[in-house]
């Protein structure tokens, strides 16, 4: 399951002297995204190297149990290999606030594939190992942790704010995609030889890098100020102004615990399918029944961001969620799995358009980094949780308690997530840029403007 914020591709804003400030819509209509040739290189790079990780991701908890003979052992592996992530993401931030993003992300995304590289090369000479896997997972997730604020950043500076939700759901529709195909191609090369799913990996970094290179405009605005401030005060005033927010606040929280336990139940799924000798094809068919559901759900966002209250829409998205784990963990089989999956996460992309956008287009430019690295913690926190969850559950109680539990953890967390009321109260995109006004009139937003004696509170 994709995170809300990290914000992805956000609003393009006018310069101003007032670092804070939030600046309106140009008049004339940008033109289209299949025009913006910074936009589509990026997009290219990201969709290589978001296919790239899903095969070899794929691979990876097979790999791992083969070479260990055990879930556990192979959760343990996939854990280590998140920890870079999660140690890495807030300094991640500060670093795309403060120096050039364009070589940040080629220089990050260079690493990555030879990280890869050497995995591969090794599983084809038979003389990979475990701990070798786990070191390559966990500076891959280390350079994730830098790739991704700073392409957030650079997505800001690429796309205009009217293009945004188009822009958005064209990200999750990439993703989808991805996922789409990441399953079954990555089931076939791993029957081919376990060593060509890694390279994939590395093939979609190399992409990255190559593409990113090619990007002519500039990826940041003026890094000057940002420079002067010391990286740690930088990290202070991104966390203050996220804990300022009451709904980024309980969304930092809720979303742990939403990844935890629908990450943990696929893990479970998954390694289940291992354990019973389920083909790597099958067992990549469960994965294309996800990525069907994200695709059609992206094709879907637009309309519905557009139209719906993004509070109201996240709710009943994440209902639907919690409701097809309880209805996957009831009938407890494959032909389930396949069935349920699609329409479990139908909505799941509006849930990331409507939350990121409107993450994006309440913060300024300047937090962009920051923004995306301290929101990302909610998927970063539960990286490692999840492997070890999903196992420990399977492995201690059987996958029937497993799915049980972990279901029953969802619609728990839904429910209080309902409750929140800053949620209730994020509309359709039209509002957003009122919203951001009366945030950085708040006062919260490092380098606003306070707000008047009497003026009204943001309410978000």
Known sequence: MSNPPPAPPGPRTAPSSDPGATVGLAPDAPPSLLRNRSYLLLMTGLTAESLGAGVALFAVPLVAYGLTGSVVQAGVVAAVG?????????????????????????????????????????AG?????????????????????????????????????????????????????ASLLAGPLGGALYAVAHAVPLAGAAIGHAATAVCTWLVREPLNGDVAAA??????????????????????????????????????????????????????????????????GVLVG????????ARVRAGALVVAALGVLAAGSVVMAVLESYAAYLAVLPFALLLVPAVNA?????????????????????????????????????????????????LAVLAGLLVVTVAVLSAVRPLWRVGTPDTWADDAAALAASGVVPGAVPAEPGAPPSGR
């Open 82 to 122: 998140q920890v870079g992530a999660l140690l890495a993401t807030l300094p991640a931030g500060v670093v795309a606030d403060r120096v050039d993003r364009r070589r940040l992300v080629v220089a990050a995304a260079t690493v990555g594939a030879l990280l890869w590289t050497t995995v591969a090369v090794a």
């Open 125 to 177: 000479a038979g003389s990979h190992s475990a701990w070798h896997l786990a070191a390559v997972l966990f500076g891959a997730s280390v350079v994730g942790a830098l790739v991704d604020p700073a392409t957030s950043g650079a997505f800001r500076s690429v796309v205009p704010v009217p293009q945004l939700p188009t822009a958005l759901a064209a990200a999750q529709g990439r993703d989808a995609v």
């Open 227 to 292: 420079r002067a401030t010391r990286p740690v005060a930088a990290l202070r005033e991104g966390l203050r102004f996220v804990w300022s927010v009451p709904l980024f606040r309980a969304l930092l929280g809720l979303f742990v615990v939403i990844n935890v336990a629908f990450g943990s139940l696929m893990v479970g799924i998954n390694l289940e399918l291992v354990r019973t000798g389920t083909a790597p094809l099958l067992i990549g068919l469960v994965d294309l029944a996800v990525g069907v």
């Open 298 to 305: 992206a094709v879907l966002v637009p309309r519905l961001v």
């Open 354 to 402: 409507g939350l990121s956008g409107y993450a994006a287009a309440v913060t300024p430019p300047q937090l962009q980094g920051r923004l995306a690295s301290v929101l990302g913690l909610t998927g970063l926190a539960a990286g490692p949780l999840v492997p070890l969850v999903g196992s420990g559950l399977l492995d201690r109680f059987g996958l029937g308690t497993a």
